[in-house]
């Protein structure tokens, strides 16, 4: 079985799972120094920073940072993040700088930025987090996509403790991009398997349930509905999937709120769902990342952890 346990938000308005899941007219801005410190955040890009937050946060959440020193084997501890727009402006502006002056132009403080894989890197060299390290860019699915890779290298013991992190930045480069403002933040979970956190003492928030992915809502959700006993008690979707979701049941459009989620999408539907579940949802959370129109939907179920919880299949 495998669990979340520890979330961390780095959201506008929102720095806790019971904000993230309530929050309807959030206001202000993340600033990292006042999370981390100042120390090593000179040169590092916008998406880079918050990234730290979130990783920061969860990290302490979950009892695996003390003193700002990992409690366990860093080795055995992976960082996978989502971003599809991370260090995008990194990459147009060394770009340009290239066309315009050639490579002597370029900032050195620039390049090491450029790397498609300088979120997850950073989170690593930072906390001392030595086990897989990835990047996942493959558009609003990718968030959850990550939870499921999270999911496998625990199952194949690549890792104890997986860190899973979405984040996007809001700058003009992005904005141009999508063709408006997107979130400036993110959200991060710790996923484990039961036996592992229980040998910690760590308090689970949430059980992974079964995750689907494929090319329409629709067919997800019979696929989930085939696969989970219970009905959702809740729901996380964008609006546009919302007509292939059963009825009766309370759902949010997070997009709503906070504009464009991007790569971050999936987990911060997750955080947001185990706000809800420690609220008091009376069943699982479902949540659905992509639409139709997308390259490709997924969707994942979470639910509150039971003494005689049993595994769902992960297809």
Not at 27 to 36: D, I, N, R, S
Not at 133 to 151: I, K
Not at 233 to 260: I, K, N, Q, S
Request: glycine share 12%; hydrophobic share 45%.
């Amino acid at each position: 079985m495998i669990t979340v346990t520890g979330v961390g938000v780095a959201m506008p308005g929102a720095d806790s799972a019971a904000a993230l899941a309530t929050a309807r007219n959030p206001e202000g801005t993340v600033e990292p120094a006042a999370v981390l410190g100042k120390k090593g955040l000179r040169y590092k890009d916008r998406a880079t920073q918050l990234g730290l937050c979130a990783a920061q946060r969860v990290l302490t959440d979950a009892g695996l940072l003390r003193d700002g020193e990992p409690t366990v084997d860093g080795s055995r501890t992976a960082v996978l993040v989502s971003s599809n727009l991370g260090n995008v402006d990194t990459v147009c502006r060394v770009t340009r700088t290239i066309a315009e002056e050639g490579t002597h132009g370029v900032s050195p403080m620039d390049t090491p930025n450029a790397s498609s894989n300088i979120i997850a890197s950073e989170i690593a060299i930072r906390f001392g987090l030595k086990g897989p390290n990835l990047t996942l860019c493959n558009g609003p699915a990718s968030g959850l996509d990550a939870v499921r890779w999270g999911a496998a290298l625990l199952r194949s013991d690549r890792a104890d403790h997986v860190v899973v992190v979405g984040v996007e930045p809001d700058n003009e480069i992005v904005r141009g991009l999508v063709g408006g403002p997107v979130v400036d933040g993110g959200a991060a979970l710790v996923l484990e398997r039961a036996e592992a956190a229980e040998a910690r003492g760590a308090t689970v928030r949430a059980v992974v349930g079964a995750h689907t992915r494929g090319p329409d809502v629709a067919g997800n959700i019979a696929e989930l509905a085939e696969t989970e006993p219970e009905p959702p008690a809740a729901w996380f979707a964008p609006a546009a999937a919302a007509p292939a979701l059963p009825a009766g049941r309370p759902g949010r459009d997070l997009t709503a709120t906070w504009g464009e989620l991007s790569g971050a999408l999936g987990v911060v539907q997750c955080a947001a769902a185990i706000g809800a579940l420690d609220a008091g949802a009376d069943g699982p959370v479902w949540l659905v990342a992509g639409t139709d129109t997308d390259d490709g939907v997924a969707t994942l179920v979470l639910r509150r952890p039971t003494p005689a919880a049993a595994e769902p299949a992960l297809r």
